[in-house]
């Protein structure tokens, strides 16, 4: 649930939960939104033949609308794979930079 503006807004959306998952509903966790910015993709799976993957892209709408810019890579996987795999998703100088596109690590 989105753009819930005051408490009585949050009461009502996690009443509307319970109603709906009954008790299969295991608990909520309410955060505040995240200031406008750029959407990024972080994902992990587990691939049968190599292992643990890190996927990177484009989050958002822009995953829908720019095509696949999705990279994966090995894990464990160095800030500077990361950065060159943000920068091959056309999101180098968006999350690392306008002026600079090394890496930061977090």
């Not at 190599?50 to 990279?71: K, N, S």
Request: with cysteine.
């Amino acid at each position: 649930m989105l753009d819930l503006d005051s408490e009585a807004e949050v009461r009502d959306g996690v009443e509307h939960l319970a109603r709906r998952f009954g008790s299969r509903l295991d608990g909520v966790l309410v955060q505040p939104t995240a200031p406008p910015g750029v959407e990024v993709l972080v994902g992990m799976t587990l691939d049968e033949v190599v292992g643990p993957m890190l996927t990177l892209g484009r989050g958002g709408t822009a995953t829908d609308l720019l095509g696949d810019g999705r990279r994966h890579l090995l894990v464990p996987a160095g800030a500077s794979e990361a950065g060159g795999a943000l920068e091959q998703a056309g999101l180098g100088a968006a999350v690392l930079g306008r002026h600079s596109l090394r890496c930061r690590t977090w």
